[in-house]
T-cell receptor, first 119, second 116 residues
Framework: NAGVTQTPKFRVLKTGQSMTLLCAQDMNHEYMYWYRQDPGMGLRLIHYSVGEGTTAKGEVPDGYNVSRLKKQNFLLGLESAAPSQTSVYFC??????????????????FGDGTRLSIL | GENVEQHPSTLSVQEGDSAVIKCTYSDSASNYFPWYKQELGKGPQLIIDIRSNVGEKKDQRIAVTLNKTAKHFSLHITETQPEDSAVYFCAASIPKIYNQGGKLIFGQGTELSVKP
């Protein structure tokens, strides 16, 4: 089972360059998320999507854009990379089918990350 | 804003001992609390979770307790083994973001080292 696949696994960029990180999931999940992980700060939500064609901002969206043109793919773009964006990026997905009483929560399944260094 | 504090940041135990990691959340409306284990070079993996209508949940050597009044929850690992060595993250759901994908706020992580 592939689950959540992130490409590339590693990348080094120069300041000002652009790039796109790809996340693909084969679990038919409706919800997808992009996080960044920095030492001592846990995982912080960048952007997320509740379905094909929809995206929304998370905690730290500045400097990033996303697109969800297909249900199985969620792309994270850096238009002009900055050293502050050096981080490990994780994608996650979740199903919408779990409903407990009157609140919604869904276990998130994570990819193995993309380690991005910006010089 | 919503916040989750996790302690300790590092924890070292001898094999066979117990390990306890504690988290405190700020939003009293939070109602779902998962714990993730992250091994080196891998993404976080869900190991156990608890809903706010439950005070304790066990799964073999792992247990989670929740104190809603104090707004804190804890992960307990008994009979630790070297393969338990990893970074552990707690998280809390933000139910105000209803119908928007179950947004999670994560703690800062605890690096657990189990020495043989």
């Amino acid at each position: 089972n592939a689950g959540v696949t992130q490409t590339p696994k590693f990348r080094v960029l120069k300041t000002g360059q652009s790039m796109t990180l790809l996340c693909a999931q084969d679990m038919n999940h409706e919800y997808m998320y992009w996080y960044r992980q920095d030492p001592g700060m846990g995982l912080r939500l960048i952007h997320y999507s509740v379905g094909e064609g929809t995206t929304a901002k998370g905690e730290v969206p500045d400097g990033y854009n996303v697109s969800r043109l297909k249900k199985q793919n969620f792309l994270l773009g850096l238009e002009s990379a900055a050293p502050s964006q050096t981080s490990v990026y994780f994608c996650a997905s979740a199903s919408s089918s779990i409903l407990i009483r009157d609140s919604l929560f869904r276990p998130q399944h994570f990819g193995d990350g993309t380690r991005l260094s910006i010089l | 804003g919503e916040n989750v504090e996790q302690h300790p940041s590092t924890l070292s135990v001898q094999e066979g001992d117990s390990a306890v990691i504690k988290c405190t959340y700020s939003d009293s409306a939070s109602n779902y609390f998962p714990w993730y284990k992250q091994e080196l070079g891998k993404g976080p993996q869900l190991i156990i979770d608890i809903r706010s209508n439950v005070g304790e949940k066990k799964d073999q050597r792992i247990a989670v307790t929740l104190n809603k009044t104090a707004k804190h929850f804890s992960l307990h690992i008994t009979e630790t083994q070297p393969e338990d060595s990893a970074v552990y993250f707690c998280a809390a759901s933000i139910p105000k973001i209803y119908n928007q994908g179950g947004k999670l706020i994560f703690g800062q992580g605890t690096e657990l080292s189990v020495k043989p």
